[in-house]
């Protein structure tokens, strides 16, 4: 699974910065995930557990935050949300652009622990 995989790569430095805090358990992990990111919410939630198994992070709840892909447009002078169907074509005028501003992101944005 390809999401089980980006989650095994994310999820040592949470585990290392849980125990750092003197947690012995975690409630919930925050993960903001780009639309470009190549990771399936769902597809997330159904690995979790599966990741998380016999870590200080087992039994945590997965919070997913979407991040909606967006570009900028030379030709609108302006951040423009794109679908990933468009690949890297502004959807107002058509304006091809290189310049992806965000949609990528696949990192740990909070952790909340349980520290009693
Ligand atoms: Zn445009």
């Given at each position: 699974m390809h999401e089980l995989s980006l989650l095994t790569q994310v999820i040592p430095p949470v585990m290392a910065a849980?125990?750092?805090r003197g947690a012995t358990s975690c409630q919930a992990v925050g993960l903001v995930v780009g639309s470009l990111?190549?990771?399936v919410p769902e597809a997330l939630q159904g690995a979790w557990?599966?990741?998380t198994a016999g870590?200080?992070?087992e039994g945590a709840r997965l919070?997913?935050?979407p991040?909606?892909?967006a570009i900028w447009c030379p030709g609108c002078q302006a951040e423009v949300a794109i679908d990933?169907?468009?690949a890297l074509v502004c959807p107002a005028c058509g304006t091809p652009s290189?310049?992806?501003t965000r949609g990528r992101e696949f990192q740990v944005a909070w952790v909340d622990l349980d520290t009693t």
């Open positions: 849980v125990t750092a990111s190549g990771a557990p599966l990741a870590t200080v992070l919070e997913v935050e991040v909606q892909a990933q169907f468009y290189g310049q992806l």
